[in-house]
């Protein structure tokens, strides 16, 4: 009798432990979020009947096992992986809302409400194809979901263009009340920032559409380029920022070598209210920073009320200079202090290349989270997301 007990608990722990791995695939791939309301309860009953029918178990490891399947099916937060960065804690793909594959290669994001709803949009440019890809967020503005992308209607001034491989940025330039396209170019183009006019269309109906403009900007008609002719270097990345707040949207713009001289591979375009961009040429020293493939983003990371820089670069590197106050910009090493803002808040951050960041408060809880693109060898792992938590100062 015990040997024949002893059998049907080891098939019932066979059972419960072969669920709990199917389980755990549908949690970690996203596809437990996608199944109906039935579904996910059904499963929640089979799971607690499996395991109820183990509550006597004569292995303690296969109870172990037991307990954390049902905590990582009941509490699905806690799968999130424990590597973290700082403020930044890296997200697993089960609670993670852009859980959807981003099957590019170094998508470079940026955050936008191209729909209009009040959350944040996602779009991305990608290294293998000249499209922009954009992800609806249709969740909620403090819990946001994404859907798999749709491209977007770009059109050049012979049909689709898009400089290899698009690096994207929204603003609204010409002041009509909606966001205008920015696109960096990669290389082979002689056009290295492209600018796209919004036609004031609709996602929904797909009206929506991007029509570039070419040749010198025109402030008076708002007609042209307001980077036309400027040449920085190849893999533009630009961000948009109101960096002096005078209410007008500047720019700071990273790329590769420098063919204006300087050895400095990033740069900041001051923008006059009429969309004339100027770049300030004295703004960094000489020695600033030289990594290829620099992709900016500017916050008040330390939250002392000023606006300091994150750098991505094609060697793979997270850097983060932290503003003075008086826009002297000095780059922090080392790990994050929670109680003093000292250190790299991404320190120990390591990607293979071609790392390209966004900072954004995607779930509207007061913080920035990041979104960084990078280049992976595994085609569907190259978007992560890492949630800013809230540290103690102790």
Not at 26 to 45: Q, V
Not at 360 to 374: C, F, K, P
Not at 377 to 390: E, Q
């Amino acid at each position: 009798m015990a040997i024949k007990n002893l059998k049907s608990i080891l098939s019932k722990a066979d059972s419960l432990l072969r669920f709990q791995t199917s389980l755990a695939e549908d949690l970690h791939s996203g596809r437990f979020y996608r199944y109906s309301p039935r579904k996910k309860n059904w499963l929640r009953s089979k799971f607690a009947k499996l395991r109820s029918r183990l509550s006597i178990l004569c292995n303690p490891k296969q109870a172990a096992v037991a307990g954390s399947a049902l905590l990582l099916f009941s509490i699905p937060t806690q799968t999130e992986a424990q590597q973290s960065f700082g403020p930044f804690v890296k997200r697993d793909r089960s609670v993670n809302p852009l859980r959807f594959p981003i099957q590019r290669t170094a998508p470079k994001p940026t955050a936008v409400d191209l729909d209009n709803d009040g959350d944040y949009d996602i779009a991305i440019g990608n290294r293998n194809y000249g499209e922009i890809l954009l992800h609806r967020n249709v969740g909620t503005t403090t819990s946001p979901l994404f859907t798999a992308s749709q491209i977007l209607n770009v059109l050049g001034t012979s049909g689709f263009h898009i400089s290899f491989p698009g690096s994207p940025a929204f603003a609204d330039i010409d002041k009509d009340g909606d966001l205008d396209l920015f696109i960096g170019s990669f290389t082979g183009s002689p056009i290295k920032i492209q600018y796209f006019v919004n036609n004031g269309g609709s996602l929904d109906d797909g009206s929506l559409a991007f029509q570039e403009q070419v040749g010198p900007w025109n402030d008076a008609t708002k007609a042209g380029n307001p980077f036309d002719g400027v040449n920085p270097g190849d893999n533009v990345n630009l961000t948009f920022v109101d960096f002096d707040g005078d209410t007008h949207m500047d720019a700071f713009m990273g790329h590769d070598y420098d063919e204006y001289g300087q050895g400095i591979t990033i740069k900041y375009f001051k923008n006059d209210g009429q969309g004339n961009f100027i770049w300030q040429n004295n703004f960094f020293p000489p020695s600033f920073e030289g990594s290829y493939g620099i992709a900016p983003q500017v916050a008040d990371l330390d939250l002392d009320g000023d606006l300091d820089l994150l750098l991505g670069n094609y060697g793979g590197e997270l850097k983060y200079y932290v503003n003075d106050g008086v826009n002297n910009f000095t780059l922090q090493s080392g790990p994050w202090s929670p109680a003093t803002k000292t250190g790299n808040p991404f320190d120990g951050a390591m990607f293979l290349n071609q790392t390209h960041p966004l900072l954004v408060d995607l779930d509207s809880d007061g913080d920035l989270d990041a979104t960084i693109g990078h280049y992976s060898n595994n085609y569907n792992n190259t978007l992560r997301y890492l949630k800013h938590r809230r540290c103690s100062s102790g």
